[in-house]
């Protein structure tokens, strides 16, 4: 949960199931950990989904099990009434054997009894908690056999949930994210499920990272199911996907795994190598940190559309009210450079998405709206208004800066904070020490955003406001607006200058 909360993510997928000893002597349910877990994440801010595993438990025949799985959905659901769950339908079902309670999903048995017990919990959950949702579905990933399977499920009615909002599919893809779009198989059940007039969400994705021979020999071939990649290959196709997911529509796009136990999918270190809980030196992995810092810079901004490019150029453009548009960009050929144009400027691509701004949206306006000549330090100011005026004439400069932020801010993407003035006015004999160091602060003000603004502008990154583990981005800027910007900059100096001049002209005279 502390590497969790770092992530710009909005829910959490905690999964359960039967497991030995589940109810104590008394028929109470022993499910203090999930308890835990339901807490903290809520706690955090997260919302919470939970599908629920047929996995087999020892000693328990087949229809035991089934009851037995039906009485602790109930019991769940029931425990956490009010706290707005989003219940998942049974896990990856249509895989059969351990998925099913070590049965085959080709008999018709069991196909009827996961279209009964996902129809049961959808019941139970309408029944007992209000503030609760559904996702039909929970499908696994789509090859042949699994393709297939997933019709027959669909003709069993399991996406015929009512009051179901959307429903969910587990899309690993075994190379480049792009083929999802290629694949007839993953858009045939997309458009399957929005037929049903459902929302369709990703509840599990990701790619496997390369371990040692020791860690290869125990996770074996279900560890590396869609092959294994590079920690830089995981990362650009962990972001690659999550955008091309957003770009089709889908309602919840859920990452696999924060599970540090499960080691070729985790985006977290793993606990047993890591050593014991330290806070201060847990980290994100290479992949889990390029996630964070890419998707944090699209915060606020929602996916409009794919603009015209070639074929293997992918050009989306992010909105946000009150924001300048911005273009996510990549190329799929990693052999060699594309170039990107956007109609103004042109973009050098590569197979890392990188981000800019949409240089038809920039504006000009807000600059000239901020203008320090309105600053007054004329000499014909008397003693007795004179600490007020100061006083004034700094809060000016303070509206200023919150001005200019702002600008950084809408035009550029840039969140910065800067040094307040002391607007408390000191004893006269004061003075000069005071304005003194409010115009060293206005200067240390003038000199971070300027020079935060250029290096920014030219890529070099600020490490105040990046870390280290930032992913490629590169953004391109209209150069007149730059421009603009920078003189700005050089006004703002010289007319500070000259106000302090005249400030300490007048605590001269006094």
């Known amino acids: 949960m502390y590497l969790i909360n770092q992530l710009p993510i909005n829910y959490l997928r905690l999964g359960t199931e039967l497991f030995a000893n589940l109810v104590d002597s008394s028929g109470s349910y022993k499910l203090d950990r999930l308890d835990y877990a339901v807490e903290t994440a809520l706690n955090a801010g997260l919302k919470v989904i939970m599908p629920f595993f047929a996995y087999s438990v020892t000693?328990?025949?087949?229809?035991?099990?089934?009851?037995?799985?039906?009485?602790?959905?109930?019991?769940?659901?029931?425990?956490?009434?009010?706290?707005?769950?989003?219940?998942?339908?049974?896990?990856?079902?249509?895989?059969?054997g351990i998925y099913w309670f070590g049965l085959d999903f080709e008999s018709t048995t069991v196909r009827k009894d996961i279209a009964a017990l996902n129809e049961f919990y959808a019941k139970c959950v309408w029944e007992y908690d209000p503030t609760a949702k559904f996702i039909a579905g929970d499908f696994p990933w789509v090859?042949?056999?699994?393709?297939?399977?997933?019709?027959?499920?669909?003709?069993?009615?399991?996406?015929?949930?009512?009051?179901a909002t959307s429903a969910s599919y587990h899309p690993?893809?075994?190379?480049?994210?792009?083929?999802?779009?290629?694949?007839?198989?993953?858009?045939?059940?997309?458009?399957?499920?929005?037929?049903?007039?459902?929302?369709?969400?990703?509840?599990?994705?990701?790619?496997?990272?390369?371990?040692d021979s020791t860690d290869t020999a125990h996770f074996g071939p279900s560890g590396y199911f869609a092959g294994r990649y590079d920690s830089e290959t995981q990362s650009k196709y962990?972001?690659?996907?999550?955008?091309?997911?957003?770009?089709?529509?889908?309602?919840?796009?859920?990452?696999?795994?924060?599970?540090n136990t499960d080691k070729p999918w985790t985006i977290v270190p793993n606990f047993y190598t890591s050593g014991a809980w330290n806070g201060t030196k847990y980290h994100l992995t290479v992949q889990g940190q390029a996630f964070k810092s890419f998707f944090e810079c699209l915060i606020g901004y929602e996916f409009l559309r794919r603009e015209k490019s070639d074929r293997d150029i992918y050009a989306l453009r992010y909105?946000?009210?009150?924001?300048?548009?911005?273009?996510?960009?990549w190329s799929t050929d990693n052999k060699r450079e594309?170039?990107?144009?956007?109609?103004?400027?042109?973009?050098?691509?590569?197979?890392?998405?990188?981000?800019?701004?949409?240089?038809?949206?920039?504006?000009?306006?807000?600059?000239?709206?901020?203008?320090?000549?309105?600053?007054?330090?004329?000499s014909s100011f008397s003693f007795s208004n004179f600490n007020n005026s100061i006083a004034s004439n700094f809060a000016?400069?303070?509206?200023?800066?919150?001005?200019?932020?702002?600008?950084?801010?809408?035009?550029?993407?840039?969140?910065?904070?800067?040094?307040?003035?002391?607007?408390?006015?000191?004893?006269?004999?004061?003075?000069?020490?005071?304005?003194?160091?409010?115009?060293?602060?206005?200067?240390?003000?003038?000199?971070?955003?300027?020079?935060?603004?250029?290096?920014?502008?030219?890529?070099?990154?600020?490490?105040?406001?990046?870390?280290?583990e930032t992913p490629e981005i590169q953004l391109g800027?209209?150069?007149?607006?730059?421009?603009?910007?920078?003189?700005?900059?050089?006004?703002?100096?010289?007319?500070?200058?000259?106000?302090?001049?005249?400030?300490?002209s007048l605590i001269e005279e006094g």
């Not at 090859?143 to 009051?163: A, F």
């Not at 909105?319 to 548009?325: A, T």
């Not at 106000?499 to 300490?504: M, Q």
């Open 396 to 468: 000016i400069f303070d509206r200023g800066f919150n001005d200019i932020c702002m600008g950084l801010k809408n035009n550029f993407g840039l969140s910065i904070s800067t040094q307040s003035f002391d607007l408390n006015i000191p004893e006269y004999r004061y003075i000069r020490i005071w304005a003194n160091r409010n115009f060293s602060i206005a200067r240390l003000k003038l000199s971070r955003l300027e020079n935060i603004f250029n290096q920014y502008t030219f890529l070099s990154i600020d490490k105040d406001i990046f870390t280290a």
């Open 172 to 211: 690993y893809i075994p190379g480049r994210p792009e083929l999802m779009l290629e694949d007839y198989r993953h858009q045939d059940l997309i458009q399957q499920i929005k037929k049903e007039g459902l929302q369709v969400s990703a509840t599990e994705f990701g790619f496997a990272s390369i371990l």
């Open 59 to 96: 000693n328990m025949n087949y229809v035991d099990e089934i009851g037995a799985l039906k009485n602790l959905i109930l019991n769940v659901i029931k425990r956490y009434s009010g706290k707005g769950i989003v219940y998942e339908a049974i896990n990856e079902t249509q895989n059969g």
């Open 338 to 378: 594309k170039i990107y144009n956007d109609g103004n400027n042109t973009l050098v691509l590569s197979d890392m998405p990188q981000i800019f701004v949409a240089s038809e949206n920039f504006t000009t306006n807000f600059w000239s709206g901020v203008n320090f000549t309105q600053l007054d330090a004329s």
């Open 319 to 329: 909105v946000s009210s009150g924001k300048s548009d911005l273009i996510v960009a």
């Open 238 to 259: 962990l972001i690659r996907q999550t955008l091309l997911m957003d770009m089709q529509g889908f309602d919840k796009i859920i990452l696999f795994t924060a599970d």
């Open 477 to 504: 800027f209209d150069v007149k607006l730059v421009e603009n910007v920078n003189d700005f900059f050089e006004n703002a100096k010289a007319e500070l200058d000259t106000f302090a001049e005249k400030i300490n």
């Open 143 to 163: 090859i042949d056999k699994t393709y297939k399977r997933i019709n027959e499920s669909i003709s069993d009615g399991v996406l015929k949930i009512p009051r």
